[in-house]
């Protein structure tokens, strides 16, 4: 299945873009909210980017142990301030 005919909503390819930046999110998470491979989401982000946004955002993500949940040696959980409430 191409990204073309997953007919995501405008705020959803945004949120897509937003997630596969974050260097905490992993391509898992992003299956999880959205069902894309890692694949589909990499044909998204070069449909989207331009060229150069593109090859920077390939290359942080090559080997980027934190995209890929099996390859984390740690469990990643939010930042919590310790002055924060709750």
Do not use: Y
Request: hydrophobic share 35%.
């Amino acid at each position: 299945m191409k990204t073309a005919d997953l007919n995501l909503a405008k705020w959803e390819t945004d949120r897509v873009i937003q997630m596969a930046w974050e260097d905490r999110t992993s391509f898992d998470a992003i299956r999880r909210q959205f069902g894309l491979t890692p694949g589909q989401v990499i044909h998204l982000m070069r449909r989207e980017l331009n060229a150069s946004s593109f090859r920077l955002w390939r290359a942080r993500t090559a080997g980027r142990k934190t995209k890929h949940v099996a390859k984390r040696g740690f469990e990643v959980g939010r930042f919590r301030c310790p002055s924060q409430k709750g």
